[in-house]
């Protein structure tokens, strides 16, 4: 029998349209001998659907008109059932409830709600088998902040930062402002914490253009991220594929951007009418550098993979300052645009053997954790005092 493999894509992100994209070049990567694809998408207003003609993507153009011909669907939060529910029972007096059985879920959502470790929480709750990142490492690889003190720390190179959140600047914004002078001086650049796609991301050159940058981030995140800016700067994309034990780097590229910042234009909106995601950005493929600084790069971004302990597919960002040659990590993408397919064709590994490669160390990683011990079979409440807990027991409660 084929493997039932659900694609979760869309959901409530400011990457919503790039994470249907991706999706959308996934699913069509996936070998139909060997899977039936279950395309699940989740609408902005985070209420599921199913159905075929979610493989359409021109029918994402009227969003409303494309649901009315899917199916509302959901999953139990309960361990081991991996049914996919209508929430509209069908058939005869209702009795048909269950839409599919799922084997692997596949999660394609970009950015906040999906990325983060929202969605992946949902999954280990539920414990089904599923590609890329679990909920501890998708959560550190996407907030920008933690992601670089994890990195500092651990010896990876990034370039110096400070940060603050959203109330502390507009409470004490004066001496925020003083702080990221003492600290970086100008330029700096500007983030929300937790978003992708270049989104939220400005360049500041004095106080009044960081006043403003700072203004726009707290737009879209409660913690803001302000870092040194390289103003002589190559940016470099490397991916990663495996798990933190064993993976493997794929070839490198350097995007090509026309002002200080890549946008999230230059991204995605490339192409046929921006609908190649990241394979459409212009760009250096394989990136000219010499062999030495080749194997670093590569080396940095497996490190930095390790070091957070991500799985699956990842793609890591790194700096080089042309002037000193210093190579520093930007960041990583655990649900890179595109699935960084192209990175690994040019690596020698097509589009659906790298899907092949997620879908078995979905499971390989499940059967792991099946052999971990998750409770004791003793019962405190069967035991003489087990009631007395800590702190009095039951009678010390508060009421």
Known sequence: MKTQVAVFFGGRSTEHEISVISANQAINALNSEKY?????????????????????????????????????????????????????????????????????????????????GTFEGILDSIGIPYAGCDTLSSANGMDKITMKMILHESGIPVVKYCWFTDRQWFARKEEKIKEVEAALG?????????????????????????????????????????????????????????????????????????????????????????????????????????EDETKKIQALAGETFRVLSCHGVSRVDVMIDRKTRRVYVNEINTIPGSLSFYLWEGTGIPFDMLMDKLVALAIKRNTRRSQKTFSFSSNIFALSGGTKGTKGGLKGMKH
Not at 85 to 111: C, E, Q, R, S, W
Request: hydrophobic share 35%; glycine share 8%.
């Open 36 to 116: 039936d694809v279950i395309p699940i998408y989740i609408s902005k207003e985070g209420r599921w659907f199913t159905g075929a003609p979610l493989l359409d993507l021109k029918r994402f153009r009227d969003i409303p008109s494309l649901l009315k011909d899917c199916e509302e669907v959901y999953m139990r939060p309960v361990f081991g059932d991996y049914s996919l529910y209508y929430a509209t029972p069908k058939g005869m007096f209702g009795k048909k409830n269950v839409a599919a059985k799922i084997d692997i879920v596949i999660p394609v959502l970009h950015g906040a709600n999906g990325e983060d």
């Open 186 to 290: 100008y330029p700096v650049i500007v983030k929300p914490a937790n978003l992708g796609s270049s989104i939220g991301i400005s360049c500041a050159h004095d106080r009044t253009q960081l006043e403003r940058s700072v203004e726009d981030a707290a737009k879209y995140a409660s913690r803001i991220l302000v870092e040194e800016m390289i103003e002589d700067m190559q940016e470099i994309n490397c991916s990663v594929l495996g798990d933190c034990d064993e993976f493997q780097t794929s070839v490198l590229e350097e995007p090509i951007k026309s002002s200080e910042i890549l946008s999230y234009d230059a991204k995605y909106m490339g192409g046929d009418k921006g609908t190649k995601g990241m394979q459409a950005s212009a760009k250096k493929f394989p990136a000219d550098l010499p």
